[in-house]
């Protein structure tokens, strides 16, 4: 009997484990050294990668980005780009124009996989390799790539020859293992869009011209070589080749930049991380560039109390690229800027290292959870360095009301797409805008209206303790918010995600009914949009005093809790959400009543609020 019951608990075990397990995912290894031809705008470089197949399937193919080979013209990311309805001003019709001594390319001279020999073809941005033996699972392969490459004319995040001047804007510039997860293959062809990448170690030898000074991600391992303070060359490397040598662990890409002109400056915060900060100093950079590291000093002191502990031990703000790009341990950033936009583009790209660098969500499909969690968390971080004094601008109330706004606007258009749309499928360049960066930042906004400042707080904390260095979806996300406020939200990310249904409740009748003669009041209220929501109300008094009422979904499965302590919270009967109008009685004479308002701080995006007040009839 002894045993039976000892395999009954080893059974039940074993069948918990298989119905909760720890979500696999894979492991790569980067080792490559690159010699670059500065004259010529090409590279030569070989790679060694050990690739760890942490998935329960057998692997018999792999594929690559070669996102070099968009630059081309007649490549999908041109055709796109001279396609679409309303395409982006930095590309347009440039790809198209670009000389053979212009575009960018990546060519493989060889590929093998432990020793063998493996096919490959290229199709577009990526490769096809076909695999001499099948990767099982648990086990690992080495892939060793002889490969060349040439830079493209800047057109977008990565190139050469940008607007400001930067030589080198190396992002997104080698031959990178495309990522595999539950969902499969994520081989997707480089739009212009945005990426996805295994988790790993970086090894990358850099050998440049000893004239220009190199920026990266990760951890440079030979600064005695290079010169102090890897600004400044030793005499003994005049004319010669220099090679930088880094280290960057747990990473899921790898950047870095170069330019004769480079002033680098650092500053070590008092937790010991380095901040790093790479630009020409010239009239137009000199003043906003020198008082930013001790604003981006404050701005962690923030960021890491409100959002989690940075992971790193160092970041590097560069001037380069076409705009603001994040990347591990690093962005590049156009820096002739004045001091607002300089620090703003900063405190955005910054902040993507909790929200995409440490929680390595699939941004082609969840862009919102990249560029909206980023925009929502840089309103707070602004408005929280302009109170402090740090920076021009006046404090804000509410941060977040120009997405609201812009959501809102957007919203009555016509032309929104929902948030699940693969972020390469949107049909305009606009909807992914608004949807990625403005409806997803109103996504946390609004969250917080619905469960209460205090768990939503708590959650996003926990969000990140939980799920960094791995790769969170959107259903993550929301069950650490279930978990944290004891109440059911599946709802709330299927209706604003999946749809684009708006919201819109209105106040449309105060004190009318057969109750009034009893000295009593009926509040009806009507729900005219599509997507249901909980509603806070507030009812002013003749008096001058105030109450507020709640009024949970019933699919919720309980309600926020109150969230001011001076004013008197009533929860009141739950709302079924096919139920279009909603009725709850005040024990007061109409006469009474001044207003009935709904949601009187702004926390839902409702599309239409001029029916969110109303004064009883006299």
């Known amino acids: 009997m002894k045993n039976w019951t000892s395999l009954a608990i080893l059974f039940f075990a074993a069948t918990l484990s298989q119905a909760q397990p720890e979500r696999w995912q894979q492991r790569a290894e980067y080792k490559m050294v690159i010699d670059f031809d500065v004259r010529n705008h090409q590279f030569k470089g070989t790679q060694e990668l050990i690739y760890y197949n942490n998935s329960p399937d057998t692997l018999d193919k792999v ?38 001594n212009e575009i960018g390319y990546h060519k493989v001279r060889s590929l093998q996989m432990d020793g063998e020999p493996a096919a490959f073809e290229v199709a577009g941005t990526i490769l096809e ?92 391992q030979n600064p005695e070589e290079i010169g102090h303070g890897y600004g400044e060359k030793t005499a003994a490397s005049k004319g010669k080749k220099l090679s930088y040598h880094f280290i960057a662990p747990n990473v899921h890409d790898f950047l870095w930049a170069a330019d004769p002109d480079y002033t680098h400056d650092t500053f070590t915060r008092k937790d010991g991380t380095v901040l790093h900060f790479f630009y020409q100093k010239n009239e137009n950079t000199e003043e906003a560039w020198g008082r930013l590291p001790a604003i981006m000093d404050k ?121 699940i749309t693969h972020a390469d499928h949107f049909v305009t360049n606009t909807a992914y805008g608004i949807a990625a960066y403005v409806k997803g930042a109103v996504f946390l906004s609004q969250l917080e209206y619905v469960i209460g400042k ?71 209220l009507e729900k005219a949009g599509l997507m249901p929501m909980p509603v806070d109300v507030l009812v002013r008094y003749a008096d001058g005093t105030e109450e507020m009422f709640n009024i949970p979904l019933r699919i919720m499965r309980g309600h926020k809790p109150a969230e001011n302590s001076e004013m008197p919270y009533k929860v009141l009967e739950d709302w079924p959400w096919v139920s279009p109008a909603y009725e709850f009685v005040l024990d007061t004479n109409p006469d009474n009543i001044l207003d009935v308002i709904i949601d009187p701080h702004g926390g839902m995006a409702d599309v239409n609020r001029d029916n969110n007040s109303l004064k009883p009839k006299r």
């Open 129 to 220: 390799v076909q695999l001499p033996r099948p990767v099982m699972p648990g086990a690992k392969a080495v892939f060793e790539m002889e490969f060349e490459s040439q830079v493209p004319l800047q057109i977008r995040r990565a190139g050469r020859d940008n607007s400001e001047g930067i030589a080198y804007s190396m992002a997104q510039w080698y031959p990178k293992m495309c990522e595999y997860d539950y969902q499969g293959w994520h081989a997707n062809p480089y739009i212009g869009r945005e990426f996805y990448g295994v988790w790993g170690d970086f090894d990358v030898t850099i050998d440049i011209d000893a004239d220009y000074t190199v920026a990266a991600t990760g951890y440079l």
């Open 454 to 524: 205090k768990a939503f707080r708590k959650g996003m904390l926990r969000y990140y303790n939980t799920w960094k260095f791995k790769h969170p979806n959107a259903n993550d996300f929301i069950r650490i918010m279930e978990k944290q406020s004891g109440l059911e939200l599946d709802w709330y990310r299927e209706y604003w995600v999946n749809t684009t249904h708006t919201i819109d409740y209105g106040v449309k009748s105060v004190g009318e009914g057969e109750e009034r003669l009893a000295g009593k009041a009926i509040i009806t």
């Open 299 to 419: 701005a962690f002191d923030f960021i890491n109390a409100n959002y989690g502990q940075y992971p790193y031990k160092q970041y590097s703000f560069i001037q380069g690229g076409d705009g603001g790009m994040e990347y591990p341990m690093a962005t590049l950033i156009t820096g002739e800027r004045s001091l607002g936009s300089l620090v703003g583009v900063s405190v955005h790209e910054l902040m993507h290292s909790w929200y995409q660098m440490a929680l390595g969500t699939n941004e082609s499909l969840y862009a919102w959870m990249d560029e909206g969690f980023t925009s929502w968390a840089s309103d707070e971080v602004m408005n929280h360095l302009r109170r402090q004094g740090l920076i021009p601008g006046r404090v804000l109330d509410d941060p977040h009301a120009s997405d609201y706004q812009g959501y809102i606007n957007f919203a009555k258009s016509g032309f929104e797409e929902p948030l």
């Open 63 to 100: 594929f690559y980005h070669l996102y070099f080979n968009a630059f081309q013209p007649n490549s999908m990311m041109d055709i796109r780009s001279r396609t679409i309805m309303d395409p982006d001003p930095r590309v347009g019709g440039r790809i198209f124009e670009l000389k053979e």
